[in-house]
């Protein structure tokens, strides 16, 4: 009598953290400019820019603690900037600068090579349908706050 050999995994909550390995394995912090998980976090800052900080615990998977550390390390390099919300004065609002943006602009073209090497096996129009997908499903994913609300004023360099 022979074996069954079982089905793959297939269901995207397994298969979207294996993709993320790979593309863990395949960056280091010089080549991005910037380790990983600060590139993570000034990205979705640059997404939602003038977001709760607040947001980024829920985000990030870390502890508050942890996201103070971390907002202290870009706020250190200059590429984010936190300050009050005028509508609620217990609450930062985190703000990318003109700094933070060029370092992401800069890790891009890091990033497209890094895809392209991990996403062969897909054609160009595949990829941006992926690309395309996956954006809109983390936008609906991740927390929405108003930034309007804080008021927003230029963003120094």
Not at 11 to 28: D, E, F, K, T
Not at 81 to 106: A, E, K, M, W, Y
Not at 147 to 152: D, M, N, W
């Amino acid at each position: 009598m022979a074996t069954e050999t079982p089905a793959p995994v297939t269901g995207l909550m397994l298969l979207v953290p294996r993709l993320a390995r790979q593309i863990l394995r395949r960056s280091s912090p010089e080549q991005l400019g910037l380790d990983l998980r600060l590139l993570m976090a000034l990205s979705y800052l640059a997404d939602r820019d003038g977001a709760p900080q607040q947001d980024l615990d829920d985000v990030l998977c870390v502890d508050a603690r942890n996201v103070v550390v971390l907002l202290n390390e870009l706020e250190g390099l200059g590429l984010v900037i936190r300050r009050r919300d005028p509508t609620d004065r217990r609450r930062h609002r985190v703000h990318v600068t003109n700094s933070g943006r060029q370092t992401l602009s800069d890790a891009a073209h890091v990033q497209a090579d890094i895809e392209d090497d991990l996403l062969q096996a897909l054609e160009a129009d595949e990829r941006a349908t992926l690309r395309r997908l996956t954006a809109r499903v983390l936008h609906a994913a991740e927390p929405h706050d108003d930034p309007a609300k804080a008021g927003s004023s230029p963003i120094p360099t």
